[in-house]
């Protein structure tokens, strides 16, 4: 049976030690840091099935309408070619993901009882839905 365990460390700028570089190197997501104005990207980091990364409840929310809470891709220095080849390839591993957790394939409409756009609603208020619609399921 495995053991899951947890492994807190403390990541110090002092010791020339950086948060978003650590967040990105544990999730294989490439990161902007504000701090250093520079994409943190581990591409040599292989095997991650799946990926959160939670920020602290007093981490200022930025609001997704607003076009200054975007970094342009032109600034990142990231062709629009290889931009698509990442999706592809984030599509290609959700996929994977998908299918081996609940044997049925990845977009299949059918395959759905509920989907929420969390681009639309705020986490919040996904939550909100989906217990309205296990409510309304159950008949609770």
Not at 27 to 34: A, M, N, R, V
Not at 55 to 75: C, G, M, V, W, Y
Not at 83 to 90: M, V, Y
């Amino acid at each position: 049976m495995p053991c899951p365990h947890n492994e807190i460390t403390i990541v110090q700028r002092s010791q020339r030690q950086s948060a978003v570089a650590a967040a990105a190197y544990q999730s294989g997501e490439k990161l902007f840091c504000e701090y250093d104005q520079q994409v943190k990207h581990y591409p040599e980091k292989r095997g991650i099935v799946h990926n959160e990364i939670l920020l602290p409840a007093n981490a200022p929310q930025k609001d997704p309408t607003k076009i200054e809470n975007f970094r342009p891709i032109s600034l990142m220095n990231i062709g629009a070619e290889r931009i698509q080849k990442e999706l592809e390839q984030k599509d290609r591993s959700r996929a994977t993901y998908h299918r081996y957790f609940t044997q049925q394939e990845w977009g299949k409409v059918e395959n759905y009882t509920l989907s929420l756009d969390s681009g639309t609603f705020t986490k919040t208020q996904c939550a909100e839905l989906i217990i309205k619609a296990v409510e309304m399921k159950t008949g609770k």
